[in-house]
Structure formats: C-alpha cells, structure tokens
Nanobody, 120 residues
Framework: QVQLVESGGGLVQAGGSLRLSCAAS????????MGWYRQAPGKQRERVAV???????NYADSVKGRFTISRDNAKNTMYLQMNSLKPEDTAVYYC??????????????WGQGTQVTVSS
C-alpha cells in the first residue's frame, strides 16, 4: 500500500506565506512526476504545479512567480512554497504522484488534501 500525506496548510493573511509538504510512504520502487492541485468551493480541481523526476517544473499562470515546487527524492517528499498569497488561493490543496510499485507498474495516487485559507 502507498500513502501520500500532505501537511502545512492553515490560515494566513493576504501577502503571507505557507509551505506545503507531501510525503509518500509504503511500497515504493520509485516516483515519477509529482504535482500539486487545488479545489476551491464550487470550482473544479485545477493543476497548480508539477515537477518530474528530473526536477523540471511547470506552473499555472495564476501562481507563476509566487509559488515554487520542489522535491527531495531521498525522502520521497514534495514541497510547495507559497509566497504573496492572495484570497483567491484559498482552496483544498492535494498532492498527486506517479508511484512506480515495480518495473512497469505505475499507479497515480492522491493525498487527502490540506486546507489553505487566505484572509483579506
């Protein structure tokens, strides 16, 4: 079994910062691409940022220049540093990872989500 556990969410004022973490544990051979997604009330889940196993990144236009995604492959952990937060960043943030359980066996997993609330 594999688990993704997010942490680091909370309540912050506009202009503030938060750092989210996503730790993968369990039967893991290796991890491919990882990403952060978010879902605000009444809206569809959207991709925020992704990072591949080599460290290449891609960001949604709405967070470019404010958010930074990174990963520590030795710890099977991904991070999202969020600066200059805005009220519109308020959402439940989910991590996603392509977990290679064995050679040729890749399964995508989701974390349980962590709430980020930005007050104006």
């Amino acid at each position: 079994q594999v688990q993704l556990v997010e942490s680091g969410g909370g309540l912050v004022q506009a202009g503030g910062s938060l750092r989210l973490s996503c730790a993968a544990s369990g039967s893991i051979f290796s991890i491919g691409a990882m990403g952060w997604y978010r879902q605000a009330p009444g809206k569809q889940r959207e991709r925020v940022a992704v990072i591949n196993s080599g460290g290449s990144t891609n960001y949604a236009d709405s967070v470019k220049g404010r958010f930074t995604i990174s990963r520590d492959n030795a710890k099977n952990t991904m991070y999202l540093q969020m600066n200059s937060l805005k009220p519109e960043d308020t959402a439940v943030y989910y991590c996603n990872a392509e977990i290679n359980r064995a050679v040729g066996v890749t399964i995508k997993y989701w974390g349980q989500g962590t709430q980020v609330t930005v007050s104006s």
